[in-house]
């Protein structure tokens, strides 16, 4: 067995030897607040497998995978096999020193016809995974809903385009609390409901794959122009229904708190111009202030009800009173930054849809094309915009306490086990944090996406966020450590002692 302190001594050495910067090596816990969470995080579908396991039904990534919808035709029936394998997993965890692991709860595996009665072998293997890593000392931060709606229900009624949803929801959110919540602190509600809306029902490129011309080109059904708004009203909605009965019968017992995750985009003006910082604000609040707005004041952004006009719902005044202050915390997905370019000429427009309601155009670089969307290749790496958007978050809507729940480097499917450009990545944004936290941001944790290689519902295969590796083409999904895992270990200061084969097993480190 290797000591902590050879450990730390082997890792550092190594650090040096690949010219990692002087911040990459000074970074350290301790210049965190105390009780700062560190983590990483997968979801359902994309970690699972076991798709037709156990009394599971299928969800619409299920149905939009086997339809052959992927980049790669590749489908999360094994994944990263995490249903078989969470002990393992677990145990990796533990020896790394995570404080958290977050994971979401696949919906048709707990409730497989969506409502009514649960799954008692869906409530088995959560009940044991949430069991492994509280007996690990880890904390589980439980998403309910990571984009995985049941099949059943988008049959039925149309999912998140039908208020009825929001009923079908919140029974779904009353399971998981009565039966998880005497072990869980922290409950995210939704995950990304803006960028999943728009993916959905926008470009069609997430399930059900809605969407209509010109804005996306490869659906048979769909309005892009008014659709996306509906949903995320919808998700909002249902939002505030849960959070209300987790207050009301839950959280006094339970003592845990309630909030939602947002995918969080940071802008930057093109030029100085007025009107480019006028479209920097605007694109802000289209995609932050969508979901965040309401939580905090009760209503949309008003330039998204200007621009967007009959097209975004309104909230009745219970509804709004509903919604303000119901979340206890935000999370925050964090990957992109985009230059802003004013478009105001797209107001004269007659067809729109919610990036044309922005009257801005996207740039990733000082040189390129302007385009209306971000788009998954569209990935501007500014680690200060961490800074920048957690202070933004810190003025803008009350000092909040925020998790980032997800940020991470993707690399290629054949990307070397000595990945010290995702340890550069990782180690940069951490920094940009702690200047935030350092200037008054309330942030409480960090958490890497992934924690093992998953499929990935943009690239399914073809790109990798883990800091294990899991070989796809191995029947046994066997994980090895990257060089990120160690170094994670290493920032941590609380590795209990891991086996040496394990740090010799990819040459990265010697005895």
Not at 381 to 389: A, C, D, N, T, Y
């Amino acid at each position: 067995m290797l000591g902590v302190s050879s450990l730390f001594l082997l890792l550092l050495s190594t650090l040096s030897e690949v010219g990692f910067s002087q911040n990459t090596l000074k970074l350290s816990r301790d210049d965190f607040p105390p009780g700062f969470l560190f983590g990483a995080g997968t979801s359902a579908f994309q970690v699972e497998g076991a798709v037709a396991e156990d009394g599971r039904t299928p969800s619409v990534w299920d149905t939009f995978t086997h339809e052959g919808k992927m980049v790669d035709n590749s489908t999360a029936d094994v994944a990263a096999d995490q249903y078989h394998k969470y002990k393992e997993d677990v145990k990796l965890m533990s020896e790394m020193g995570l404080d958290v692991y977050r994971f979401s709860i696949s919906w048709s595996r707990l409730l497989p016809l969506g409502r009514g009665a649960v799954n008692p072998k869906g409530v088995q293997y959560y009940n044991n995974l949430i069991n492994e890593l509280v007996n690990h000392g880890i904390q589980p931060h439980i998403t309910i809903y990571h984009e995985d709606l049941p099949q059943i229900l988008q049959d039925e009624y149309g999912g998140w385009l039908s208020p009825k949803i929001v009923e079908d929801f919140t029974a779904y959110t009353d399971a998981c609390f009565r039966e998880f919540g005497d072990r869980v602190a922290h409950w995210t509600t939704l995950n990304e409901p803006n960028v999943a809306a728009l993916g959905a029902y926008d470009s069609g490129t997430f399930p059900p794959g809605r969407c209509s011309y010109p804005f996306g080109v490869k659906c048979t059904v769909g309005n892009s122009s008014v659709e996306p708004y509906i949903v995320v009203h919808h998700y909002l909605l249902a939002h505030a229904s849960a959070a209300a009965l987790y207050r009301e019968k839950y959280q006094a017992k339970q003592r845990g708190s309630i909030g939602i995750n947002v995918w969080a985009l940071w802008c930057i003006p093109f030029t100085n111009s007025t009107a480019d910082v006028k479209a920097t604000k605007r694109a802000l609040d289209f995609y932050n202030g969508w979901i965040i707005n309401p939580l905090v004041f009760g209503d949309y952004p008003e330039i998204m009800k200007k621009n967007a006009g009959s097209r975004i719902p309104s909230f009745t005044k219970s509804e709004s009173e509903r919604l303000k202050g119901s979340i206890d915390f935000l999370g925050v997905n964090h990957y992109i930054t985009n230059y802003v370019e004013d478009d105001s000429n797209g107001a004269k427009n007659n067809l729109r849809d919610f990036n044309a309601d922005m009257f801005a155009k996207f740039r990733t670089s000082k040189d390129d094309a302007p385009t209306s969307k971000v788009g998954p290749t569209d990935r501007l790496v500014v680690p200060s915009s961490m800074q920048s958007l957690l202070e933004y978050f810190k003025n803008e809507y009350d000092d909040l306490p925020i998790y980032i729940q997800e940020n991470g480097f993707g690399g290629t499917p054949n990307e070397s086990l000595n990945d010290t450009a995702r340890v550069e990545y990782i180690s940069a944004y951490l920094n940009a944090t702690l200047g935030a936290i350092r200037n008054g941001s309330n942030t409480k944790g960090y958490f890497v996406w992934s924690f093992v290689d998953v499929f990935e519902i943009l690239n399914g295969y073809m790109q990798r966020f883990g800091l294990f590796h899991v070989d796809f083409e191995d029947k046994a999904r066997t994980r090895q450590p990257k060089f990120s895992a160690y170094w994670y270990a290493d920032l941590l200061k609380k590795s209990k002692e891991m086996k040496i084969v394990m740090a010799t097993q990819q040459g990265m480190v010697t005895q």
